[in-house]
């Protein structure tokens, strides 16, 4: 009996594969950055065709790096980057247009019309977020106002809308599933986070037909099978899906109300588990599904940070400054310290808790004697500082203060940003032996529907401390360079 879960983490830049088996070892893993496309200032497309190659190309390097046939693969779980939207042909499976990735900025005009006609309220109560181009539903408006056609034959059945989550559950199963899963469906602007069903009045909001929207169901549960794949055999059930962050606050062992994470990739991203009822945000911060276990939904406190990795992705492929990503840590700890230099990565606007979609980045500071070396550390305390922006204002609306501060994600590889995160935090910051939690996740929510293993317990006792990084910084050093930090914000 095939004993082994295998994991697709579907990312904004590349596609990682995992698979674990039931001790929760990895015993394959593979990853293939693809392309990103810019057509225009503040637009960031994918090809779903690029990113679809990458999916199978990966699986299959996996396979390879454990050894295993995929008659051996008892379930299939994916997470993925949450409010990218796609629109593809319902006979074909061919998108019609590019996907609009979720840091793309072109219905910054809509989200601003609507908030100047009052709606902004009906829709953070409705939804538990804001109105801001970062959400699917005024992406999908756009592609069906402005791709020829698509309107009309939406509403007539023959295309079909989903985030990435969707998109490869289809292409998965052979066109059979067209499905998404709570946590994703809380990310679009158009389901009610209390009733995890689309929303009539909000689809009508953001003239969205329903006949293009997939089967919202919830995280764990057998969504479909595999069918026509080159790379695995029919019949795998596709059994786990959750958003990305959503799987790493799972995977991190998150199951108490009050634990929190953060993840850092493209993005960074904060959440906390508040248990079976949503939190209704007082400010900045975002109310969201965290998972559906069975009959179970918890629901989540999130605050989200458009830039992290990318803003180091930026010293690299921009400016030129390192060659690798990883040189990033070398060059900053060169010098003791940024110079004066304060970096605002904004390069996609300015997400929780400012929500301010025309902010650019700024760099402040620069004299004669600023070297890359001090860009390399402005940028990692910008990364850590927008962090330290999420948290102070998720301890306000959530009332809870946190003892330590959980982190996962392919910067936490960084350990100078790690130490500057705990030293504007001023609390502990904890990094467990898998920093891969959200790839974890998924495969753990796949292998509860199929029993791989029986409860979240096997999680707990797998989860492990690989280091703590305790603060360092007097309380005068920090006051000092949080007052740069919120002067520069303010001109960004």
Not at 88 to 101: E, L, M, Q, Y
Not at 129 to 158: C, H, I, Q
Request: one cysteine or more.
């Amino acid at each position: 009996m095939p004993t082994c879960v295998l994991a697709i983490d579907q990312g904004t830049t590349g596609t990682k594969v995992l698979i674990l088996d039931r001790a929760l070892a990895v015993r394959g893993q593979a990853g293939q950055e693809f392309p990103q496309h810019f057509p225009k200032p503040g637009w960031v497309e994918h090809d779903l065709e690029e990113i679809w190659r990458s999916t199978v190309s990966t699986i299959g390097k996996a396979l390879r790096s454990a050894r295993l046939s995929g008659k051996e693969i008892a379930a299939i779980g994916i997470t993925n980057q949450r409010e990218t939207t796609g629109l593809w042909d319902r006979d074909t499976g061919k998108p019609i247009h590019r996907a609009i990735v979720w840091q793309d900025r072109r219905t910054a005009d809509e989200c601003a019309a609507l908030k100047a006609a009052g709606r902004e309220p009906f829709v953070r109560e409705r939804t538990g977020l804001v109105l801001d181009p970062y959400f699917s539903g005024t992406k999908l408006r756009w592609l069906l106002d402005n791709v020829k056609g698509a309107r009309e034959r939406a509403e007539a059945g023959e295309l079909a809308f989903g985030t990435i989550d969707t998109f490869l559950a289809w292409r998965l199963t052979g066109g059979r599933a067209h499905v998404t899963d709570v946590s994703n469906g809380s990310r679009t602007l158009l389901m009610g986070l209390k009733s995890r069903a689309w929303d009539p009045e909000l689809l009508a909001l953001f003239g969205v037909p329903a006949a293009v929207l997939p089967e919202i169901r919830s995280s764990s549960e057998v969504f479909g099978t595999t069918r026509g794949l080159k790379v695995l055999p029919d019949g795998i059930p596709i059994a786990g899906i959750a958003g990305d962050q959503q799987a790493a606050l799972f995977g991190q062992a998150c199951f108490t109300p009050g634990d929190v994470k953060c993840t850092y990739g493209t993005g960074a991203f904060l959440l906390q588990n508040v248990g079976p009822q949503p939190v209704a945000p007082r400010g900045a911060l975002l109310s969201t599904v965290a998972w559906q276990v069975g009959e179970e939904v918890t629901y989540a406190l999130e605050g989200s940070a458009f830039i992290a990795g990318a803003a180091v992705q930026w010293l690299r492929d921009g400016l030129g400054i390192i060659r690798r990503s990883a040189d990033v840590e070398p060059l900053a700890r060169s010098v003791k310290d940024s110079g004066g230099v304060v970096f605002v990565p904004a390069l996609a606007g300015l997400g929780a808790p400012h929500w301010r979609p025309e902010a650019r980045g700024v760099i402040r500071g620069i004299h004669r004697g600023t070297t890359a070396a001090h860009l390399a550390r402005a940028t990692l305390e910008g990364i850590a500082l927008l962090v330290h922006d999420l948290a102070e204002a998720m301890r306000e609306e959530s009332g809870r203060s946190f003892p330590s501060f959980k982190v996962d994600g392919g910067a936490t590889a960084d350990g100078l940003l790690m130490q500057l995160q705990a030293d504007v935090l001023g609390v502990p910051v904890i990094r467990p032996k898998v920093t891969e939690t959200t790839a974890f996740g998924a495969a753990f929510l796949a292998g509860l529907a199929t029993h791989v293993w029986e409860d979240r317990e096997a999680i707990r006792r797998v989860w492990r401390q690989e280091k703590k990084f305790s603060p360092r910084m007097t309380p005068q050093a920090r006051g000092e360079l949080l007052t740069r930090w919120r002067r520069a914000v303010e001109s960004a």
